[in-house]
Nanobody, 123 residues
Framework: QVELVESGGGLVQAGGSLRLSCAAS????????MAWFRQAPGKEREFVAV???????DYADSVKGRFTISRDNPKNMVYLQMKSLKPEDTAVYSC?????????????????WGQGTQVTVSS
């Protein structure tokens, strides 16, 4: 069982930065792939970034070069550093964990989800 709690969301102007954090419980955290997804109003949830148990990463094309995902296994933490934010990045961002361990990018392969944190980027 893994419990996930996100923090760090907020209101930021376009071009600004935010760092999201995800605190995970569970002794097997280091074996899970961890990802960030987001959902904007009226849209489906979409993949943002993933980091495998071994540290490999993958990103959605829309955030490549602007967002960086990282993990701190001893602290059971995952982070999403977001730079050069755009109004279209506005969404609820959720942390997710997959026991598959690899860089999976689809929602149905993630067993555990956090409640999400709101990110709003003003123009």
């Amino acid at each position: 069982q893994v419990e996930l709690v996100e923090s760090g969301g907020g209101l930021v102007q376009a071009g600004g930065s935010l760092r999201l954090s995800c605190a995970a419980s569970g002794r097997t955290f280091s074996t899970y792939a961890m990802a960030w997804f987001r959902q904007a109003p009226g849209k489906e949830r979409e993949f943002v970034a993933v980091i495998s148990w071994g540290g490999s990463t993958d990103y959605a094309d829309s955030v490549k070069g602007r967002f960086t995902i990282s993990r701190d296994n001893p602290k059971n933490m995952v982070y999403l550093q977001m730079k050069s934010l755009k109004p279209e990045d506005t969404a609820v961002y959720s942390c997710a964990a997959s026991s598959r361990g690899a860089e999976v990018t689809v929602t149905w392969l993630y067993e555990y989800w956090g409640q999400g944190t709101q990110v709003t980027v003003s123009s």
